[in-house]
């Protein structure tokens, strides 16, 4: 384990982990259960690096029942889920809290949102430089590299670096100077 980053502390049976037990991925994601046989296997729970949980019955290392708690509290549901839908756009902070003041945008579900590297997007559960193609995490640790689908997505949707206000001031944002320029040619 130690040659892939992982890392195991619990009780085990001829030498694989069995019983109860917190095993440590390389990305700090860390399941915390029960195991069989070198697997996950019974009640367990995934918790992210960012906060968020899955919480999972197992069977033989996939998950066969389970609930997702993203980091602010908010519970994805498969039926019924009436979050950032199309006639309700509130981030989940904005529905539990309230909006906040006039006069102060919320870009992320977190205020205020996290600075973005020159060049970079925020991908939710990290930074993405287009050029090297890699995700890494807000403190700057590795997460992933990404594939050709995910690239087109977070280039296409996710808040970039550039589109951010100079110095916090929203008159100096690319929208406004794009609005102000617009009026001259008219």
């Known amino acids: 384990?130690?040659?892939?980053?992982?890392?195991?502390?619990?009780?085990?049976?001829?030498?694989?982990?069995?019983?109860?037990g917190e095993y440590s991925f390389p990305t700090d994601t860390k399941y915390v259960g029960e195991m069989k046989d070198g697997m996950f296997h019974g009640k367990g729970v995934l918790f992210f690096p960012n906060g968020s949980k899955y919480e999972a019955t197992w069977e033989n290392g996939v998950a066969k029942q389970g609930s997702f708690t993203f980091a602010d509290g908010l519970q994805y549901?498969?039926?019924?889920?009436?979050?950032?839908?199309?006639?309700?756009r509130r981030f989940h902070s904005e529905r539990c809290n309230g909006f906040r003041p006039p006069g102060e945008t919320q870009l992320t579900?977190?205020?205020?949102?996290p600075s973005i590297p020159d060049g970079c997007y925020d991908c939710a559960d990290g930074f993405y430089d287009p050029n090297s193609r890699v995700v890494t995490s807000y403190t700057g640790r590795f997460l992933r590299n990404t594939d050709d689908s995910?690239?087109?997505w977070i280039v296409r949707t996710c808040r970039k670096a550039w589109d951010e206000p100079?110095?916090?001031?929203p008159q100096n944002s690319f929208a406004t100077r794009s609005e102000e320029n617009s009026k001259i040619v008219s």
């Open 166 to 169: 100079a110095d916090g001031d």
């Open 77 to 88: 549901q498969d039926n019924n889920w009436d979050y950032c839908k199309a006639y309700d």
């Open 150 to 152: 995910e690239h087109e």
């Open 109 to 113: 579900n977190v205020h205020p949102p």
């Open 1 to 20: 384990m130690e040659l892939i980053g992982s890392s195991y502390k619990g009780s085990t049976k001829n030498g694989r982990m069995d019983g109860e």
